[in-house]
């Protein structure tokens, strides 16, 4: 069996990280490849049920990262993203979904290197906690078989 | 014997893609199994599901007339989900249609009889079935007039299928946008269906009307039908609800015990008159 | 057909256990002090005295989602494969006459003009095995809608609690001799007995034909907004409904695979007539109110010569602020 | 007559008032909404303690807001929603008339808001304590344990949205499960499409949820829903220091930041 790769996806704000990500690009600095970046206006924009989602299309972890504090683009976008991923970080746990998935991070449009860092340990983090096998389990087409057709 | 599942729908390929007006498009779709196209038949009036796999179906007329065969047409214009998936998609994609169901214009008791189309916006796709039907039967129908109204001459849908008609010596075609919709080189009238309506008059006597419509030109010009002389018997519509299954058990199109599609869409104003206004 | 048996309590338990390798049985099951229809093995699971299932048994029929087929795209083409059908056959066991009743309704209302093949194929192998009310409770009015709590209409077999732990048993059905074939021995015979004195007494509320006639005649009425100025649109009456049949399609999955998928709809939802255009032909909550009771004693009655309730109380039971068909029937027999 | 039945004549002999919702006795041995708009009708009003619904939630509702000025017989969890709406910008001071039931079931004639502070203030109780023992039982629970519990908790929603429809704060004219582009929760009841629903609707009322817990009792297949918001409450109070119902100007603490908040788990 081959050994497992996470599928991580970046929500990342246009204007820091994605910059950021772009200067570890045209700086040649190598990091893991298990990333899928989608870029957001502003990290105020990045609504939960976008990392609900994420995690239905399969995805094993979830990056999301923007300007750091009083960088914000639109001046406070990030501080009430930060606000919102506290409470909902919270929510997780209590529903039992392993909130180490989800990585928080500030990164500049300066830190491509610190961008690079972020992906690695996000990558070998969640490559530790293995698949997210919890979404994977819950089989999302209804089934015809009957006993299972009263919901219990 | 093995019951059909009558959810399955038949696969149409979409052969060719016209762009009508400002989101509103007419697809060419013919049937990817020979055999599902020569069991197909329907009759003018008649609707059918059309699905994008992955976002579902969606309910509108066949627009294209019995008579044409081999294809079927259907216009919509992006509203929803499922229009703007179909809206997005390409010739040579493949979607699903189930069909035909409801009941039909009731094209043999009109024979003898003139016809009065009146259509408004994109209520002209049900109405231009029936159209090339009679058109494709011409000796059997009187006079032929079709009044077409749009907002803007930019919202007239079909507009090809618009000039042939005004080309035709026995077709007469009068075609109206509302004040302000005009465009300079405009040649056909300006102002709101029931107006122009009242002011063309055709004769009522031994004749039938087919109005299909936003609600609130159905409301306005069927006044004016009784006046000239249409009965309520010989005013048709064609009923428009939500629907889901078009085989009336979903529930959605329901209006009162009446089923818009298995009892109509097709509909008198005489029996109009007798359902809940929940339509 | 009906021949009359007798069985012991104890056989019963033995008559479940011939019966449960070789069909999926479902029950009603205790969970919190309410009752669900469940999935059992045991008999021990089975709620024998109980007076209604939060939830109707339709969804052995009907269930909340059903896939209708599945599409998967292959070469720029799809490939469509239905849900392979169910093998074993289905005994609901110990559901209420009022319930097994509506299987009556639902068979009529899907197999009429367009025969579904999943309800059909599931109906083919349903057995129902149903037990007469001992007890009821303010919302039961099965008596007010011709039927009765020891009803044999729509069971195959029906059982009544009688003296010394023993069940009466009436076959109503060739399904029902089919299951009491399992094990006959445990059955002993037995001439037909008055059930009156063991079942419940659920009183009239009002009178179905009168009933039909004043629902009939009123559609624009005040009393209607007045009636239902406490309906909050949820979907519980008709999700737990054993007649409600209205439904959604809906697509899960990508363009690439996934499901049709039939769902559970509530005329009560705002969402249920909404058009794309934002038209709303029944925009306010006393229109659908209405709609829902009209749709039971008369549009039904008009469409398929039945009513669509059968006064299992459910909805009342159920509605979180307590809305009661029974109260509007009767504000409409008092016009 | 009772002192709340002399409350509600006198609005409706003042002419302050065209429709009254308070609680009668039902059918079926308990209370519900009553709608009262005229006072032959108020010998039916009644208060005791199974008067439990959030009335409030009619409030937005269309057919009762075009009877004119409305009064509502309101207990705690009541006038907290609506101190809950008013900061939400949904009522105004002198809107409606509210009459509170007290804890020992007296009732009083509250007009503004700052009566409605106070007397919640005055009235405060502690919450249940079953609903505080499960909270506690969930949190002691390994969190595979706790993934196991709410998928099974979930799995038997069959999605009729009562918890929606009875919350006084789920007001939106859309909600997000009616979106269908994209289609955020899935409209069938699945594991997937129930996690969804109950998440987003803990979000939606998170730092909003005044805790009447309507949506539990409302729930015909009794899933524990108060506990998530009241969970998400809990790490509010924690977070911020916020309370939602206790005071007409509140802000809702996802709608603003301060510079200090805690980021000590952003990397």
Wanted: proline share 5%; charged share 25%; hydrophobic share 35%.
């Amino acid at each position: 069996m081959s050994e497992f790769e996470p599928k991580i996806v970046a929500f990342v704000c246009n204007w820091c990280t994605y910059a950021g990500a772009d200067l570890a690009g045209t700086s040649r600095i190598k990091y893991a490849q298990n990333v899928r970046i989608v870029r957001f206006p502003c990290t105020g924009r990045i609504d939960f049920m976008l990392l609900l989602k994420a995690f239905e299309e399969g995805a094993d972890g979830i990056i999301v990262s923007g300007c750091h504090p009083a960088d914000c683009h639109y001046t406070s976008g990030n501080y009430h993203a930060r606000r919102r991923w506290m409470v909902f970080k919270d929510l997780l746990d209590f529903i039992g979904i392993d909130s180490r998935r989800i990585v928080f991070s500030w990164v500049s449009a300066a830190e491509g290197a610190k961008w690079a860092h972020l992906v690695n340990d996000t990558v070998s983090e969640i490559r530790n906690l293995g698949p997210m096998k919890e979404y994977k389990n819950l089989e999302n087409v209804s089934s015809n078989k009957i006993g299972e057709l009263i919901n219990d | 014997m093995n019951s059909q599942n009558i959810y399955l729908p038949y696969k149409m390929r979409i052969e060719k893609i016209t762009e009508e007006a400002p989101m509103v498009k007419t697809f060419k779709l013919a049937f990817v199994n020979p055999e599902d196209e020569s069991n197909f038949e329907f009759k003018t009036g008649q609707f059918g599901e059309y699905s994008v796999f992955g976002a579902g179906e969606s309910t509108f007329c066949i627009a294209s007339s019995p008579t044409h065969k081999g294809y079927i047409e259907c216009t919509f214009r992006k509203a929803g989900k499922v229009t703007t998936a179909l809206y997005n998609c390409e010739e040579g994609d493949i979607i699903g249609f189930r069909g035909p169901y409801g009941n039909n214009f009731p094209l043999e008791d009109w024979e003898g009889k003139s016809v009065l189309f009146i259509a408004g916006g994109i209520g002209l796709p049900p109405v231009r079935s029936v159209i090339w039907n009679c058109l494709d039967l011409r000796d059997k129908f009187k006079d032929i007039t079709i009044l077409y109204g749009a907002k803007t001459v930019q919202d007239l849908v079909y507009k090809n299928e618009l000039e042939e008609w005004a080309k035709r010596p026995d077709v007469k075609l009068i075609t109206t946008v509302d004040p302000g919709g005009e465009t300079p080189d405009w040649k056909g009238e300006v102002g709101f269906v029931p107006s122009i309506l009242k002011k063309a008059s055709p004769k009522g006597e031994n004749a039938v009307a087919i109005v299909c419509g936003p609600p609130i030109m159905i409301k306005l010009t069927l006044p004016i039908l009784l006046e000239i002389g249409f009965t309520e018997e010989s005013i048709f519509t064609t009923l428009e609800n939500r629907m889901k299954c078009g085989i009336g058990q979903c529930g959605h199109c329901a209006v009162g015990p009446y089923y818009v599609c298995k009892d109509g869409p097709v509909i008198n104003y005489a029996d109009l008159q007798l359902l809940p206004v929940e339509y | 057909m009906n021949n009359y048996k007798l069985i012991t309590k104890q056989n019963l338990h033995s008559f479940f256990d011939a019966l449960q390798p070789k069909n999926t049985i479902i029950a009603p099951k205790e969970i919190n002090k309410k009752y669900y229809f469940k999935p059992v093995d045991k008999f021990e699971d089975i709620a024998l005295d109980y007076i209604q299932t939060v939830l109707s048994a339709k969804s052995v029929l009907f269930p909340r989602s059903d896939t209708l087929f599945n599409y998967h795209r292959a070469d720029g083409d799809y490939n469509i494969d239905e849900p392979s059908p169910i093998e074993k056959n289905t005994i609901v066991f110990g559901m209420k006459p009022c319930d097994a009743s509506s299987f009556v309704y639902l068979s009529n209302f899907f197999l009429k003009d367009y025969q579904d093949k999943n309800i059909k194929e599931r109906l083919e192998k349903l057995y129902i095995i149903s037990l007469s009310c001992k007890e009821a409770d303010n919302a039961c009015f099965c008596t007010s809608v011709g039927s009765n709590p020891a009803s044999t209409k729509g069971s195959d077999l029906n059982l009544t609690l009688i003296e010394n732990d023993t069940y009466y048993v009436e076959v109503v059905t060739e399904k029902g001799q089919e299951l009491i074939n399992y094990s006959a021995d445990l059955f002993q015979d037995t001439k037909e007995i008055d059930k009156s004195k063991y079942i419940a007494n659920v009183p009239q509320k009002f009178d179905v034909e009168q009933a039909k006639q004043n629902i009939d005649s009123i559609f624009e009425s005040p009393l209607w907004v007045k009636d239902s100025l406490a309906c909050l649109g949820c979907g519980i009456c008709a999700y737990a409904c054993p007649t409600c049949t209205c439904f959604d399609i809906q697509d899960i999955g990508s363009q690439f695979n996934g499901s049709r998928v039939r769902n559970w709809d509530s005329c009560a939802f705002d969402l249920f007539t909404k058009h794309a255009s934002g038209h709303n032909p029944r925009p306010v909550q006393s229109q659908r109110w209405r709609n829902r009771i009209k749709h039971k004693f008369e549009y039904s009655v008009e469409n398929l010569g039945l009513i669509s309730c059968v006064g299992c109380g459910r909805c009342i039971r159920s509605c979180p602020t307590s809305m009661n068909i029974v109260k509007t029937v009767q504000i409409f027999q008092g016009v | 007559m009772t002192e709340l039945q002399n409350i509600a004549k006198k609005l409706f002999d003042d002419g302050s008032i065209n429709l009254l919702i308070g609680y009668s006795n039902n059918e079926n041995g308990g209370t519900s909404a009553i709608f009262i708009d005229n006072s032959a009708d108020i010998d039916k009003l009644i208060y005791n303690e199974n008067c439990h619904q959030n009335l409030m939630v009619y409030f937005q509702k269309p057919e009762v807001k075009k009877f004119g000025k409305l009064a509502f017989v309101v207990s705690l969890p009541g006038l907290k929603s609506v101190l809950e709406i008013a900061s939400e910008n949904q009522i105004k001071d002198g809107d409606a008339y509210f009459i509170a039931i007290d804890k020992d079931g007296n009732p009083s004639l509250l007009q503004d808001f700052h009566q409605i502070e106070d007397f919640i203030t005055n009235n405060q109780t502690k919450p249940p304590m079953g609903l505080l023992k499960l909270m506690e039982k969930i949190n002691n629970m390994t969190r595979e344990e706790r993934w196991q519990y709410w998928t099974d908790e979930f799995s038997k929603c069959i999605k009729c949205y009562a918890c929606r429809s009875v919350c006084p704060l789920c007001y939106c004219t859309q909600c997000i499960t009616d979106i269908n582009i994209p289609q955020w929760i899935s409209t069938e009841s699945s594991p997937i499409g129930n996690l969804d629903w109950h998440i987003a609707r803990a979000m939606h009322l998170a730092g909003r949820c005044i805790g009447c817990g309507e949506c539990m009792k409302a729930c015909p297949v009794d899933i524990p829903l108060a506990l998530l918001t009241a969970n998400l409450n809990k790490s509010i109070a924690i977070h911020f220091g916020d309370e939602p119902g206790m005071k007409a100007d509140y802000k809702y603490p996802l709608s603003h930041y301060k510079l200090e908040d805690k980021e000590n788990f952003i990397r």
